[in-house]
Every structure is written in C-alpha cells, then in structure tokens.
C-alpha cells in the first residue's frame, strides 16, 4: 500500500503547498469519506487493542478531561516481552471502565503497525519533510483530551473516523524543539502564548490538518466519536548540524587542545575570547569542507524511519499465492462504509440505492442487506452472509464497491 504527498494533498498541488503553507501557516483541506478509508478503521483499532502484550501504559494512553489517568488505575505489572523486567500493561477491563467515562485513548508510534498507518507515515517522509512517526487519538462527544498546546514537530492529522472541531490559535512558538527548556513551560504560558482565536475547523472523515511546528491548537469531538491519526513530521535542524560538526571535530587538533587558564586578568579573559573566536571560524570553515557537506546532504536525504520491506519467502526465492480477491479484498477481508448516511428507498414495486454515480436499482432481498450493510461502520463477506444468508454476499459487495459505497480496508 503505497501514497504519495500528491495524493495526501489532493485536490491541492503539491507545489502550492510549500509555496504557500509549508512551515508558514496552518492547512485545512477536505476530502472525501473514502480518501483515508485504508489509513485505519474501528476493526483495525480493535485487532491493534487484541495485541494485549503489545501495549504498556506508555504506548496506550487514557486521558479524562485533560487530566491522564495514572497507569496504576488501567494497567497492571506483567512481564515485559523482551525483558524480565515488569512492566505496567493495560488490561482490558479496567479500560473499558475508563472509556465508559468518557476517556480518550492515545495510541503512540504505531506508524509501522498496519500497511494503512505506514502509508501517510512513508508519503510525508518520501517528500523529504522529515521523519513521521503517528499517534493515534480516539475521543468522544465533548471529552476533550488535552488544553491549547504546541507540538514540536509539524503535524498532519488525518481524520479516518466521526468529526473533531480544533481550535487554532494565532500564537506560535519559534520552532520549539524537544527539551526541557520547552516541555516545561506551564499551562499558564500556553494560555497566555496561544493569542486570539484564528480558526475553528471541523474536520470530517476523509480531511486533512496541517499544523507548523509550534502552532498553538486545541481539539474537541463533535460526532458520538472521533478517530484521527496525527503523524508528527520531525524535520532535521541546525542541532543536528551541530551534531555531525562535534564528530567532525574530533579528529582537528585545535578543538583538542586546552582552552586558556583564566586567573581572572584581562589578559587571560582576552586569551580566551580570541580562541574562542578562533575556533568559532573553524567551525565556518568546516561548514564548507565538502566531506561535511557530503555527510551533511546524506543525513538530510535518509533522515527518516526504517519500516517494512520484509518478505521472507521471496528472500528464499518463494512467491506466495495470492488470488486478486484477496488482494483486493485488502487486509483481513474487510470494507469499510463510505455511504454518508446513504440508505435504499422504495419506488412503486422497485427498490433503488441513490449512489454517487446515480441510483442503483436493487432487489428487494438485496435492499434489505443492503440497508444492514451501510448501517455499520465495515463488513465482510462472511459477516453479511451470516445476517443475511439469502443474499448473494460477494454480488452485493461487488455492487456496492462499484458504486463507491464501499472501499477495501
């Protein structure tokens, strides 16, 4: 499962994006229900959640009204899969108690766990922006998780579930970065740093959000629930200049050697400002030298995550079977409704779907399925055989997905 910054700015080009928002200003763009129906689906988030020994209380996260819950009140000690150590996992009860409450759940560096994830995660970083690791946020009708805060990273949030209204502030933190010097300023600060309100976006299933490093933002779910992927794009910066030259110097003889003895004369004080400045025009100098610069463009180029790619049987020269149902069935089988409230009437004797594309003349066996199919969030073959067994599951399917009522997840 491949895409492409086109395809993730789509309608918009991707040469008016970094002309006119890229690191200038935030990005609302809507789309359609289908556009990130691979992204990520309820189903998918449930089989994610199956993977019990999986999640720590770092990587799974619940948040009530802005406040986290303790680990202690969702998780309990198990045995890590690494390491005798312990480690504090969720259990399944306890979080179902605090999701009953209302709690958000945060799903944390999951950018490689599905094809779907992986796909937004490898487009943002295939254009060079750096490297994306995603969050995943799941909230309900007017619990908002967290208060008016920056990121320090750019963001691209990805709404694959139900409506969330984000706030977007005026104020912005100067690329803010990820240190102390920032993580601990208050919320006090924030409150007054945000300024006044700039924008209040609704972002609907299928949209796309793009926040600048350091661009004060709030959000609050406005449908039943919300599922958005907010994939955090870490750019690579003058620290990391700074890193590759503290190697580079290693190996030159004048930052080797002992800085000047200060006894608190204006001579030894001058002494060391002249090295000082001395080894300030070395570091110019370096930033020349063509051996850095080559290292320099080569971290740029490859800064960005390692995932995916394996294939065991074809590094054995084996090629597994796969008919094109099942690749075009996609991951476990699954289709996910894109209808939009889209449901069959009746007409005289005749029973109609109303679809993008026109009315779709359906029988009245059919209608029926039909009507229990877009009534859910996803399905699949076996699940709609055994509601309606009369039906013919994989015509009716068929239908639906020609009809863009339904796409593979």
Not at 158 to 167: A, C, I, L
Not at 206 to 225: N, Q, V
Not at 320 to 348: D, I, L, M, S, Y
């Amino acid at each position: 499962m491949t895409m492409t910054l086109a395809q993730l700015l789509a309608p918009m080009s991707v040469e008016q994006f970094f002309a006119e928002y890229h690191d200038k200003q935030p990005l609302h763009l809507k789309g359609d229900p289908a556009k990130f129906a691979s992204v990520l689906s309820w189903r998918q988030i449930n089989r994610l959640l199956d993977m019990t020994h999986a999640w720590t209380s770092q990587s799974l996260m619940l948040v009530l009204d802005g406040k986290p819950v303790p680990a202690e009140q969702y998780c309990t000690l198990a045995p890590g899969r690494d390491t005798n150590a312990q480690l504090m996992q969720p259990v399944t009860d306890r979080v179902r108690e605090w999701i009953a409450k209302g709690a958000s759940m945060v799903m944390n560096d999951v950018d490689s766990l599905t094809p779907g994830l992986a796909s937004v995660s490898n487009a943002i970083e295939g254009a060079g922006l750096g490297k994306a690791q995603a969050n995943v946020y799941i909230s309900w009708q007017s619990h908002k998780a967290f208060h008016a805060h920056y990121d320090t990273h750019d963001v691209w949030a990805v709404q694959v579930e139900g409506e969330k209204t984000w706030n977007i502030w005026e104020g912005r933190a100067e690329w803010p970065i990820s240190h102390p010097v920032f993580r601990s300023q208050t919320q006090e600060h924030h409150e007054q740093a945000k300024g006044k309100l700039r924008a209040r976006v609704l972002l609907k299933a299928g949209d796309l959000l793009y926040l600048p490093r350091g661009w004060y933002h709030d959000a609050l779910a406005e449908a039943p629930s919300s599922v958005h992927v907010a994939y955090g794009a870490h750019a690579v910066n003058g620290m990391d200049l700074m890193t590759i030259l503290g190697e580079r110097v290693l190996y030159d003889t004048a930052f080797r050697q002992p800085l000047p003895r200060q006894d608190g004369t204006a001579a030894a004080r001058f002494a060391l400002t002249q090295r000082a400045g001395q080894l300030g025009q070395r570091l110019a100098e370096l930033c020349k030298d063509p051996k850095v610069m080559e290292v320099l463009e080569r971290f740029v180029a490859d800064y960005r995550y390692q995932r995916g790619g394996n294939d065991l049987l074809a590094w054995r020269g084996m090629a597994p079977p796969q008919t094109e149902e099942a690749a075009g069935a996609g991951e476990a089988g699954a289709f996910r409704v894109v209808a939009g409230g889209a449901k069959p009437v009746r007409r005289g004797a005749d029973w109609v779907l109303k679809t993008p594309s026109g009315a779709l003349a359906l029988s009245p066996g059919e209608a029926e399925a039909a009507q229990w199919v877009l009534g859910r969030p996803d399905v699949t073959e076996a699940e709609l055989s055994k509601a309606h067994p009369g039906a013919d599951a994989a015509g009716l399917i068929s239908k639906l997905r020609d009809a863009a009522l339904l796409v593979a997840t």
